[in-house]
């Protein structure tokens, strides 16, 4: 599958598009009210930055416990009932006079819900897909991502201004609703992917098992600590340029939308594995650029340059892919999800804080340097070949093409490789 014409005629892959983008449009608008509510009221650029990314401590209470459900509950049900959640959430974030305290409890509450977000969402998306649409598919819902939130944070900064923050996370409610009803009217009823009851002990052993593998563990490692720095960086936008950082996030938006365009539908399969360490390293290097406190038209060129390196994460999902088992797809597209919100969670703690005793450009500087570090320490694990393997991986693949060489030489199935 190579044409987005072939993509959107596959049954339910436009429902699950359309509720993907409401929601993704949901969090962006909400997200920029919160941490403009936030940052209003207490000055705090940590505080801010933990409003618009606190939730991401959530996902790691619901990434060690409620995993395994990704797997073993009905797609469609487990997504519009995830949806209404986050209305429900969201709406309550915007009563008057809500404490900081309750407020920060109701994020990481709705951040242990998000955690299953990923894997039913990514899993569905497997099942929907033939095998060889899989990165074609998530690069069309990663370009969405970029769609929805340049036009979110720019009718973001909008809305905040006209109606106020308050009225900006009603709108946030809102569309979540509308993401709720394409998925329950729009997808079809299909049964879990794995049998079984979720269970603690279940996501524990699955979650165990996907770590045991020397080369997913260097690509859940890449996928989340590089990432999660850099969106330490993005967290600072708002007490950087509180007048223009809508402006930032949706240039942001548009170097990702980008990069995401041209991995999943222009490079051929010979090049990703090449790319994939430029792209880890272009993530984090114009953002060095901060370190001068740049004028605005200098920093939104760094940040749109900066964000075509996500598409390193395409890259990586794909290989991810390659050497997971069928049945363990929505449990490890979760923890892949998870980790990376949760780390986008550390990131912003951690830049927030930086900031507090120095200054939001300094923080982000020394984020992107931290960011560099990481990859170049991961570097020789994610190697398109590899010299040797753990004894455990002795006869896995490396890569997600040598994954399919080796698939095809032994004679076994996908659900076999890497388990």
């Not at 618009?52 to 073993?72: E, H, I, K, N, P």
């Not at 569309?175 to 997808?187: E, F, S």
């Not at 010979?270 to 114009?286: F, I, K, Q, S």
């Not at 920093?299 to 088992?325: C, D, F, H, N």
Request: aromatic share 8%; charged share 10%; hydrophobic share 50%.
């Amino acid at each position: 599958m190579r044409t987005y014409r072939e993509l959107f005629r596959t049954p339910e892959f436009t429902p699950l598009f359309t509720a993907s983008s409401a929601q993704v449009a949901a969090s962006t608008v909400s997200g920029l009210a919160l941490g403009v509510l936030v940052y209003a009221a207490t000055g705090s650029p940590l505080l801010s930055a933990l409003s618009m990314f606190g939730s991401s401590f959530g996902q790691v209470l619901g990434a060690m416990a409620l995993l395994s459900a990704a797997d073993r509950l009905p797609p469609r049900a487990a997504m519009t009932g995830l949806a209404l959640v986050f209305c429900l959430g969201t709406a309550a974030l915007a009563i008057p006079g809500l404490p900081l305290w309750a407020l920060f409890v109701i994020v990481l509450g709705m951040g242990v819900a998000a955690s299953l977000g990923g894997g039913i969402r990514y899993g569905l998306l497997n099942e929907i897909l033939p095998k060889d649409g899989y990165l074609l598919g998530r690069s069309v819902l990663n370009m969405s991502v970029g769609v929805q939130q340049i036009c979110g944070f720019a009718v973001g900064g909008v809305l905040v201004t006209v109606m106020s923050p308050r009225g900006t996370l009603l709108v946030g409610a809102a569309l979540y609703l509308a993401a709720a009803v394409v998925a329950w009217y729009g997808l079809g009823a299909r049964p879990p992917r794995a049998a079984g009851r979720p269970s603690v002990s279940e996501t524990w052993r699955a979650n165990g098992r996907l770590w045991s593998s020397r080369p997913r563990r260097y690509i859940y490692l890449a996928l989340w600590v590089p990432n999660g720095l850099i969106v330490g960086c993005e967290s600072l936008f708002v007490p950087y340029a509180p007048e223009h950082a809508g402006l930032l996030f949706a240039f942001a938006a548009l170097g990702m939308l980008a990069g995401d365009t041209v991995a999943g539908r222009f490079v051929p399969g010979r090049w990703r594995e090449r790319l994939g360490a430029p792209l880890r390293l272009l993530l984090a290097v114009p953002y060095l650029v901060f370190l001068l406190s740049p004028p605005l038209p200098v920093a939104v060129t760094a940040v749109v340059l900066a964000s075509i390196g996500y598409a390193a994460s395409l890259l990586l999902q794909e290989r991810l892919m390659a050497i997971t088992p069928d049945e363990m797809s929505g449990q490890a597209l979760g923890l892949q999800s998870s980790g990376v919100i949760t780390m986008q969670g550390v990131g912003a703690a951690l830049a927030g804080g930086v900031a507090q005793f120095t200054s939001p450009s300094t923080a982000m500087a020394v984020m992107a340097v931290a960011s560099v570090a990481v990859t170049l320490a991961l570097a020789p694990g994610l190697r398109p070949v590899r010299e040797a393997h753990d004894a455990g991986d002795l006869h896995a693949p490396a890569t997600a093409s040598q994954a399919g060489d080796y698939a095809a030489e032994h004679g076994i199935g996908r659900s076999e490789q890497a388990g």
